[in-house]
């Protein structure tokens, strides 16, 4: 291998005449033969796949219906959009005033950001009943952390010499935050913003699975039940369209306002902290028990603000009481962890296979840099899908059992950190590329001793955000259509009205979230600490 | 805009009313207990009014904290700054200080007149267009007026950013090595040009550099420092008159001045080991890359 071509331009070189734009048109249409050809011949008949042209026609056919759906849905999700992105917008814009809130802002908005979904629906449906409420507060409660996250750091992301021009002048925060972090921040807001668009309509189609009476959610849902098969993929290829449509928008309409592209951004790096070990133990702990406190207070406070029936409206001391109080305490726990066990015995597996095999194919796509470029843009827009909404479909391709589950929780954490490794391995300062260059150094070489040190903070924040996001994967699955695990037992007990088992089913899953992304954070300080020190600031 | 000019149109002294800064019995640390670090200790300095003084001394010797500490940026350990004996914040507010940064620091977003105007609306002062245009033309900046940061060289977004400090009319300036930055080149015409606006502005002034020839050929006063943690050293006059020129560079004061102050800071010698700065970290590997970013912006 001839080093230095390799590594840098080689492939730019090989392909002169083919632009960009070229190779990637060419990856979509081969993806779509493949899928034509495999729809009709291999799997014919297997009630898994139609064919794109069968979805084509199955979406003429019914224009008129999914229409009137997707109007619904888009209207809820634009809302949800709105609302969630404008309380981001205020809780940001809180932090960055109050320097001491915003530790316990993110820790807040982490645990919200944890909540499942799919359990809260029911729950909103009771308080709000019919119409767009839920969906709404699911499209806005989808959207609000990836916006309020990129945000923090892009108001962070300011040269020290701004604010210091701005305090200069005698001037505090919030003139710092008008003149010089607000403006800042754009090309993050966008970063954010474009997330958002598809986990909007995501949150819509998930409140519209949990008892709407209009919307494509409720059209998936029938599909599902007969088995239509070429409807159920009509829908996602709706969805999926759409979502894409607003995530290319929305960059689109911030080129405009900030030069050059938005960064992408999946979390906050954890913020540095140089106290001496012992001293960032307890303020570790405090932090936890104060989150904690403030979490369960706000709980209660809602509750009893919106004066919620206590029939549907459980507070916390109800599900204290019906996991550690009562003489049935005991089998109620043992209910709840037994389907969280089921529950995760898939849904860990699926998240490491999705973890490495994204880690993997960005690798490969680095050493194959002309496969990079032509599957690389589909997996961006691939990673804009409601994957959720695609969940139905693969339960259909691999079955109600364990695989199925698999792939859906893979292939939700497979795009993201495929994505963010991608950027991360291109992130490797040039000199350090040109200097492995220069000692003719191969390309597997410079991958592993300097590509992959730059890549490790990005992995690990899609890793961070790919838990939560892998929770409510596996449990939407199972409320759907596996009839495994805790989201079934979450579904059962909305039917049935037994609100103390789905409360606390939704805390339970809520800490395991919590916990999750608090595990990968504490292997992500360990392995930085270890291998790529000088990413720990 | 107050008229504060040092010299009227025959080139003689004004009397006029520029503030005394006092910096007394200074400590400055950093950091906690194990990794704590002393930046300066017992600092003593004044700034006679109307007067420039150049702070000069080894990397990391507390010289650009001394003027954080004037400009209200970082507060003292132990000891205080006054100015005309208020505390820094007070005065600040009124656009009485003003301070150049090492990289301009000039908003991206704003033209190079919306730069030099945000001065102006932060010290809550009205916009003062005429007085915005005259600044832009002072600094060689005309027909650039409309032009966003990125479009200018180092040199000229130096320049705004002089233009910038000049705009409030402040009493107090503090340079915190403004051309750091830039080529050497335009150090060198940059040098030239900023005796004659200082001088035709008027103001107390604190330049912190690296620079030996900067520091004699903008200041009244060069004081030396020693490194970490920080006290003055020597405290070296520069009798060269006012307003500077660039033949003074030449000009036997000029290079007997450099000398002593090259003496003082114990450069220039033959034999090796002078210990001018803490020996550096050894390099990583790989470059740190900002997390900000969450690695991949």
């Known amino acids: 291998m001839t080093a230095i071509t390799e590594g840098a331009s080689g492939s730019r070189q090989r392909f002169p005449a083919l632009p960009g734009w070229a190779i990637t048109t060419a990856g979509i249409v081969a993806f779509l033969l493949l899928w034509e050809v495999v729809a009709r011949t291999l799997l014919a008949g297997s009630y898994i796949i139609a064919a794109p042209s069968e979805i084509v026609a199955r979406i003429d056919e019914g224009a008129a219906l999914y229409g009137r759906a997707l109007r619904t849905t888009l209207w809820a999700a634009l809302l949800g959009f709105l609302i969630g992105n404008a309380t981001a917008i205020l809780l940001a814009g809180v932090a960055s005033l109050a320097a001491r809130a915003e530790r316990l802002v993110q820790a807040l908005a982490l645990v919200v950001f944890c909540l499942p979904l799919v359990a809260t629906g029911p729950i909103l449906r009771v308080i709000f009943g019919p119409g767009i409420g839920p969906q709404v507060t699911l499209a806005a409660l989808a959207v609000y952390y990836t916006t309020l996250i990129p945000l923090l750091v892009g108001f962070k992301a300011v040269p020290s010499s701004w604010p210091d021009l701005v305090a200069s002048y005698g001037r505090g925060r919030f003139q710092t935050l008008i003149h010089v972090r607000a403006r800042a921040s754009i090309p993050y807001l966008v970063a954010g913003l474009q997330i958002a668009a598809p986990a909007a309509f995501l949150g819509a189609m998930v409140g519209e699975f949990t008892g709407a009476e209009r919307g494509l959610g409720v059209l998936t849902i029938q599909a599902i039940r007969t088995l239509d098969v070429a409807g159920t993929w009509a ?22 306002f900030s030069h050059g592209a938005p960064p992408v951004l999946l979390a906050a790096p954890p913020t540095p902290d140089r106290s001496a070990p012992g001293r960032r133990i307890v303020t570790g702990v405090l932090a936890v028990v104060l989150t904690t406190v403030v979490a369960i207070g706000l709980w209660w406070a809602l509750l009893e603000l919106f004066d919620l029936h206590p029939f549907f409206a459980k507070r916390p001391s109800d599900v204290w009481n019906y996991l550690f109080n009562l003489p049935a305490s005991g089998a109620n726990r043992e209910r709840v962890l037994s389907a969280l066990a089921e529950t995760l015995s898939v849904t860990v597996p699926g998240y490491i296979a999705g973890l490495v095999i994204g880690f993997l194919a960005a690798c490969l ?35 109600r059992g364990a695989f199925g589950m698999l792939i859906i929780v893979g292939t939700l954490t497979f795009f993201p950190t495929l994505v963010a490794v991608a950027q991360g391995l291109r992130q490797t300062p040039g000199q350090v590329v040109d200097l492995f260059g220069v000692y003719r150094a191969g390309g597997v070489r410079t991958l592993v001793t300097a ?87 | 805009m107050p008229d504060h000019r040092l010299f009227d149109a025959e080139g003689r002294p004004r009397p006029v009313s520029l503030p005394e800064v006092r910096v007394a019995d200074v400590t400055k640390r950093f950091g906690r207990r194990k990794s704590e670090v002393v930046a300066l200790d017992g600092f003593d300095l004044t700034l006679a009014p109307g007067t420039m003084t150049a702070l000069v001394g080894p990397s990391g010797c507390g010289k650009s904290t001394v003027l954080r500490m004037i400009a209200g940026l970082d507060r003292a350990t132990s000891g205080g700054v006054t100015i005309d004996g208020q505390p820094p914040g007070a005065v600040n507010r009124r656009g009485e200080v003003a301070v150049a940064f090492q990289d301009a620091a000039l908003l991206p977003w704003r033209t190079v007149e919306a730069n030099i105007a945000l001065a102006r609306q932060l010290a809550g002062q009205d916009r003062a267009d005429e007085l915005v245009a005259n600044l832009i033309m002072m600094v060689g900046l005309a027909g650039f007026e409309r032009a ?19 705009a409030t009319g402040p009493r107090l300036l503090l340079l915190d090595e403004p051309f750091g930055a830039v080529d050497e080149l335009t150090r060198r015409r940059l040098n030239i040009e900023l005796p004659r606006l200082w001088e035709e502005h008027g103001a107390t002034g604190l330049l912190v550099t690296h620079s030996i ?44 001045v450099a000398d002593r102050v090259a003496e003082a800071l114990g450069v220039d010698r033959d034999e090796p080991g002078v210990p001018l700065q803490p020996a550096a970290a050894p390099m990583p590997a790989i470059p740190r890359i900002k997390l900000a970013a969450g690695g991949a912006g």
């Open chain 1, 235 to 256: 829908i996602a290829v709706i969805a999926t369209v759409t979502s894409i449509a607003g995530y290319v928008a929305i960059g689109w309409v911030g080129k405009r």
């Open chain 1, 365 to 399: 796509f680095e050493l194959y840099p002309a496969a990079g470029r032509a599957a690389t843009p589909i997996a961006i827009a691939l990673r804009s899908i409601p994957i959720i909404a695609t969940a139905p479909l693969i339960v259909l391709a691999f079955g």
């Open chain 1, 451 to 537: 590509r992959i040190p730059s890549a490790l903070p990005a992995f690990f924040a899609a890793a961070r955000m790919a838990v939560p996001a892998a929770v409510l994967a596996a449990t939407v699955a199972e409320w759907l259509a596996t009839g495994t695990g805790i989201g079934n037992l979450m579904a059962l007990t909305a039917s049935t009205s037994a609100y103390n088992l789905l409360w606390s089913c939704v805390v339970v899953l809520t800490l395991v979230s919590v916990a999750g992304y608090g595990l990968v954070a504490l292997v992500e300080r360990y392995v930085l600490h270890r291998f790529a020190p000088e990413q720990l600031r």
């Open chain 2, 213 to 256: 020839p900067e520091a004699v050929l903008l200041a009244d006063e060069v004081v030396v420092m020693s490194p970490r943690p920080g006290r003055v050293i020597a405290r070296i006059p520069v009798p060269l008159s006012r307003p500077r020129n660039a033949a003074q560079l030449k000009s036997q004061t000029f290079l007997e």
């Open chain 2, 148 to 166: 966003r940061p990125a479009e200018l060289s180092g040199g000229m977004r130096q320049r705004a950013a002089i233009a910038r400090c000049l």
